[in-house]
């Protein structure tokens, strides 16, 4: 939970005197997201999400983000669409911060992920790989198979604060996935960070992904990877294969994948269960105190990491 | 910024279910408020507020709170209205603590105080005052004068830590308050914590007040004299008296005070500084490593109660 970029009334008022948005009658900081600050805002016109861009997130960047989000929704993709200003803009500075005003999707994201979730997931990441192809900007992964050695690096002289084997485990799956990570399968714009919490559903259809600010382009089957990992898993560390078989098979129906894809699913799941260890072991250890967000734990993803290890095809996913 | 407790999205629905406010489209959690978890609930047919009551409420205090919220909007004052579920009452259980479910109220609190918003205030603050007379509930200031000495001894051994000289000015201040403090003075129910971030503004009109969670039975002059410290010193500790002077005339011209009130005002006013002092201390002294809420600086109030100290009378604050 977080907001980081305190915003007064007065810069709030004339920043969003800037668009059509009649005037604004309320906004309160939502205790959500890590990387950003953001505000529910409400106007006489309805409601809208005003996000701040924090340093994580890199200022070159963002017009690609929004230009993704922007791309998504004329494809009629349910995603929030940045507005545009009256001077045609969607990116604005507000207090020192780059600044987007972004429409208010409705829906509450899945505490409790069931079977229907998954389902709903695979379709609707599907659609979303489709509707990338046409977008015809390059993001390069920032945190790819080439980017976790020297996260690793940076972490393995205490990696042994949270598991005494992690770093043993880390360097020999880093080796494994170096020589193994493939070099070319179908490839697109990706999510790269699809977790219950981007997903909105109301009753039991997906209203809508959010939370585009990881897209990059990269395998389709990474992004899949990552999803399984995010929502296959249950709390207790076991692994549903009725939820991982909904998602792959509902994703196929919707964008069939080829023969190389799904061989490399298991690889590309361990790959993307790495990148979560990895960054997450990063925070943990470099948690500044009295931070505002908690850290997620490394070893959820250490499980799930070592599940993938012993699957050898995936038929293990419940695909056939 | 705090949401202790999450609620998951199907403990909400049904939770929501039991009012007639139609279905939930969206909840988030709002990054404002220190004592209470709250959340920002969309329906089918609105906005509302969504509170937990954590800890630091006493249970039993609840029912005074929400009877006085209620008792006020039904006198016509600008605050969040409990509503009632369809069994009719207003105080529920949701996530294994008290719940309710508040009216929103639009507005935005003033970052930056202007003189305007002070005299706003002073009419606010006398009309919660008199409506408050009709109010038949009763609760004793929790932080009025007896209690601030046992405040002060759980402090004072490391009082040191914020300010070398704080034990002592707080020794001989307690001792002064204790034998000063009037024993009789128009009394009704206060709002005691009205601070800038618990009243909104819609442009130069004051739209209603919040966060009733302090409310007791005190000297209407005591609840004037927090006011007069929240909203009419500067950043930089100087004292505005044009602020002042607005906001006790204006007060004045809704409810008239009496020569005892206006005489005991730097007295008050002084008290009101070493609760927020004594409380802002403990706070400070007692944060737990790696809290959600930041803790407030104790030294702005020591200036707040050094510049009371050197009152002779009510003048000085801008009266005749």
Not at 193 to 211: A, E, R, T, Y
Not at 296 to 308: M, T
């Amino acid at each position: 939970m977080a907001v980081y970029t305190e915003v007064s009334d007065e810069e709030l008022i004339d920043f969003v005197a800037a668009y059509d948005i009649g005037d604004v009658v309320s906004y309160k900081g939502i205790a959500e997201g890590v990387e950003n600050s953001n505000y529910l805002l409400q106007t006489t016109s309805g409601s809208f999400i005003l996000t701040l861009y924090e340093k994580r997130v890199r200022e070159s960047d963002l017009p690609y983000f929004i230009g993704f989000m922007e791309h998504l929704a004329a494809q009629g993709i349910a995603c929030p669409t940045p507005l545009q200003s009256r001077d045609g803009t969607t990116l604005k500075r507000l207090c020192q911060r780059p600044a987007a005003i972004i429409s208010f999707l409705e829906g509450m994201w899945p505490r409790r992920i069931q079977p229907f979730h998954c389902a709903e997931l695979g379709t609707a990441l599907a659609r979303l790989h489709i509707a990338g192809s046409s977008f015809d900007m390059q993001r390069k992964n920032g945190l790819s198979v080439r980017d976790w050695r020297p996260l690793y690096e940076s972490c393995k002289a205490r990696a042994h604060e949270v598991d005494c084997g992690l770093n043993d485990i880390l360097a020999l799956e880093l080796d494994h996935l170096e020589t193994q990570w493939p070099s070319a399968l179908p490839s697109g714009v990706c999510h790269a960070d699809l977790f219950p919490d981007n997903v909105f559903f109301l009753g039991d259809k997906l209203s809508g992904m959010i939370d585009f600010y990881f897209a990059c382009n990269d395998f389709f089957a990474y992004d899949l990877g990552i999803c399984l990992n995010a929502w296959c898993f249950e709390r207790d560390g076991s692994f549903n294969v009725t939820k991982a078989q909904l998602m792959l098979s509902s994703y196929r129906k919707t964008r069939a994948f080829s023969e190389e894809e799904l061989h490399a699913l298991p690889l590309l799941a361990r790959g993307s269960a790495v990148r979560f260890l990895l960054t997450r072991l990063y925070d943990w250890l470099n948690h500044p105190e009295g931070a505002l967000v908690k850290p997620k734990d490394p070893l959820e993803y250490l499980g799930i990491l070592q599940f993938h290890q012993q699957i050898k095809c995936p038929g293990a996913y419940g695909l056939e």
